[in-house]
Structures are given as C-alpha cells and as structure tokens.
C-alpha cells in the first residue's frame, strides 16, 4: 500500500470501522514504513479520542421536560381539530353522507308541507259540514220550517254578522241555524246585515241537506215585498242585494236579503 | 394493554396517525435525544436546539406528510427535518453573535474535575461549530451520533461517496484548528489525495 491508498482508508482505521481484514493489515504495515502516515494515523487516532469525549459529554443531554408537555398537549388539540386521516371506507361514508344529508332535507321540507296540507283540510272541514250538513235528519229542530215561516209571516230579527273568517260562533236560534252558517262562509271580512233565510216554495229541511250553494244576486227592492218585509216607498226603485241558497237539482230553496 | 416498547417506529407512527398519544409520547421518548444532541452539536446552542427539537415534532404531530415508511426509518426523517431547520436558524441568525458565550456548558462539575479534558473538549467543541456546514453534519452524524455512511447519506440525500469525502475532509480540518499553534506553524498538514 502506499501514501495514496493509506489515505484513502485511514479514516476508517483510526473510527474503527469494518474493514476487510488483509486491507487493515497492509494500512498497518504502511503505517509502521512511513514516518508521514504515520503522524497522519496518530493525529486521525487522536481526533477520534477528542470526538468521543465530547460526544460522551452531550450524550446524556435532554430536553428538558416542559417541552414534551407542551408538545403532549399539542397533540391533543391537534387531535381535537383535526379529523381522522380518510381512510377508503371514510371516504364512501362522506361520500354517503354528502349526497343523504340534502335529501333528507328535501324529505322533511315535503313531510312538513303535506302536514300542514292535511292540517288546513281538516279545518275546512268541519266548516262546511257544518255549512251543508248543520242539522241531522233526526233533528228536533229543522232549519227551515216553510209553512211556519209563510203561514205565520213572521220575519226573523236583522242580525248583525260580525264573525271573523273561519271561526264558528254559537248558533242560538234552531231554525236560523243554516243561515247562520252559510252566512258565515259569505261574510268574509265585512259585516253584512241580512235577513233570515226566507224559504222559497215547499222546501224542507231534507231538500236543503242535499246540498247546493249560495248565488249572489241583485233584486228589485219590490221583490222585498213579495216575500212580506217591508218596503220604503221612498227607495221603490232602487235595486237590493240577496244571498239566494241554490239546492243540488238547481231550483232556488232559499232567499235573503242583504243590507 | 398494548406494549409501545416493542413496536416499530412505523407502527408507532401510524398509531399516532391514528390519534394515539401514548404512541407519539412513545415516539417522542425514542427519538428526542438524538435530534436535539445533533441540534446542540450542529448550532452550538441549547435554546436553539430545544426550539429546534420542539419544531421537529411538531411537524411530526402536523402529519408529517413527507415521511414514507417504505423510503426509510423515521429516525432518518426526524434527523432531515431538524437538519432543515437547523440550517434555517443558522442562517437567519448569521448576522446575530450570542451574548452569553457559556450557553453551551454542559457538565460544569466534570470540566472542574479535569480541567485539560474540558479545555480539549471546549477546544473540539468550538473546532466542529466552526467547520462548514457541509462537513460539520457529516462529522456530527458520523463521528459524534456514530451512523454508519449509509445512514448519513440517507438523511442527507446525497451518495455515500459524498459522505466519505465529507468526513474525509472535515476531519481533515479538525486536525488542523486542533494542532497547537506552534505545530502549526512548523508542520502544515498536507495530504496525498486532492480534495478539490
């Protein structure tokens, strides 16, 4: 071996490195020849003692202890912000989750709306089963008693209608109880003052439960006359509002006047 | 109960992912006083190196997510990440000299029981900070933490041919600043093998 190849391992030599057997021996043997390589081995030897000193006096350094707690904390609230890292199945879920969530929004919107659908139905109801059907058969009390209404002449009280829409007020009168009714579906938002439902020809209770519905007319105030109310003489030409209850085979069953 | 002892860096490292803490503390345990050594012999102080030791982790709770178990151990990418920063500090504190020179002293009790020691391990000391970065890291890795060159060149990124002309030269350049001033002066170090 010469200089150049002594110097091309000393390194490893003076470290202490593993090296083939016979190229250690012959750096050895160089070593022992050469006054300068020599010098140059015990200087590697030396700095690899002075290297290891100092190494021994950091080996047994630390950090001191503060920061593992701080950095045990930070991962905690890293933990806390962060999710999981997405894993395939995750990813699906999210997925899932992605395409339910507006479509279980789009579902409750629709179960909400049919709710309320079904709810302002059932409240219509029961107001117009009210308004057609008020009494049953079977009732002591009929609506409309023709003969009674005709035969006596008697002219039901003007009543002043002042219910608020879709609400049911008491009905006191048997016989004005129809009228009652229909006019609530009539009046709207202004009071009207009506007359009674005056019955027109033989109708009967039964004529009236099989339904029909209520026309808006204008009359000349003579025709006011002919169904016994009186008449100022005054407005003889002026023409009168009537509310006229139409049956279901279309032939008039009631009237009433409208102020 | 799970024994973290016998794990694997990588095992332990996907725990971790995975969001258990006695994993990372495990880790943590493992690994923490080999990068701040290499910190306190690459940059001379123990505040630097314990911000640097603290950051290395820290990038590792972020997710580290330039580590591939299949490239190499975690040891290896610590090292990386606290030789980047490392080299970061250095050179954004170049213009900056420190006030209290003692910052480094280590093992008072022992330097006063063996003053010539201390004085040689004071002089090495100063030697190695004051090598070329280039050198200094393959002398910390290699002469100081003892990794084979294979390692070294793994955490470097570099060949490890490179890494033994590196240490060839470093230490070249050690023997150098711990001549005596008078051998010095007399006997200049010259070597067979061009460096260039």
């Not at chain 1, 950090?63 to 905690?76: K, N, P």
């Not at chain 1, 057609?132 to 002043?160: E, F």
């Not at chain 2, 690994?31 to 050594?37: D, F, G, P």
């Not at chain 2, 294979?150 to 002309?165: D, K, N």
């Amino acid at each position: 071996m010469n200089c150049e190849g002594f110097e091309n391992v000393v390194n490893d030599l003076a470290r202490e490195q593993i090296m083939e057997a016979t190229l250690r021996e012959e750096a050895i043997h160089h070593s022992a020849d050469c006054q300068r390589c020599a010098e140059r081995f015990r200087d590697e030897l030396q700095l690899t003692n002075d290297l290891r000193h100092f190494a021994d006096q950091v080996r047994h350094a630390s950090v001191s202890a503060s920061i593992e707690a701080s950095l045990l904390s930070q991962f905690g609230s890293h933990l806390g912000l962060r999710t999981i890292p997405p894993q395939v199945p995750l990813k699906t879920s999210n997925r899932y989750l992605f395409y339910a969530a507006p479509i279980a929004a789009v579902l409750l919107i629709l179960a909400g709306l049919i709710a309320i659908r079904f709810r302002s139905r059932e409240e219509a109801l029961p107001v117009q089963t009210a308004a057609l059907n008020a009494d049953t058969p079977g009732s002591q009390n009929p609506p409309v008693n023709a003969t009674d209404s005709r035969a006596s002449g008697h002219i039901a009280p003007v009543k002043k209608l002042k219910s608020a829409p879709g609400k049911l007020s008491k009905v006191k009168g048997s016989r004005t109880t129809v009228a009652v009714e229909v006019a609530k579906l009539v009046a709207v938002n202004i009071p009207e003052v009506t007359t009674d439902f005056i019955p027109i020809g033989y109708s009967t209770a039964s004529n009236v439960q099989e339904g029909g519905q209520l026309v808006r007319v204008e009359l000349p105030r003579s025709t006011m006359a002919q169904f016994g109310l009186p008449v100022n003489m005054e407005r003889y030409d002026e023409r009168v509002k009537a509310d006229v209850w139409v049956g279901a085979d279309g032939l008039a069953r009631a009237i009433r006047f409208v102020q | 109960m799970k024994s973290y002892e016998n794990l694997s860096d990588g095992e332990l490292f996907r725990l971790m992912r995975a969001g258990d803490e006695t994993a990372f503390a495990t880790l943590y345990r493992a690994n923490h006083a080999r990068i701040y050594r290499f910190a306190v012999q690459m940059c001379g102080s123990r505040t630097i190196a314990e911000d640097v030791t603290q950051e290395v982790f820290l990038i590792l709770i972020r997710g580290a997510e330039g580590f591939d178990s299949t490239r190499g151990p975690l040891s290896a990418f610590l090292y990386g990440v606290a030789r980047n920063q490392i080299l970061r500090r250095l050179r954004r504190e170049r213009f900056y000299v420190a006030l209290d020179a003692n910052d480094h002293s280590q093992n008072k009790p022992a330097a006063l029981e063996d003053p010539t020691r201390a004085e040689t391990i004071e002089s090495v000391r100063k030697a190695v900070l004051s090598l070329p970065e280039r050198y200094r890291e393959v002398v910390v890795l290699c002469d100081l933490e003892e990794l084979s060159y294979a390692e070294c060149a793994e955490i470097l990124g570099c060949a490890v041919g490179t890494v033994r002309s590196r240490l060839h030269r470093g230490r070249t350049f050690l023997i150098e600043k711990l001549r005596p001033a008078n051998e010095q002066t007399e006997t200049e170090v010259k070597t067979a093998r061009c460096f260039a």
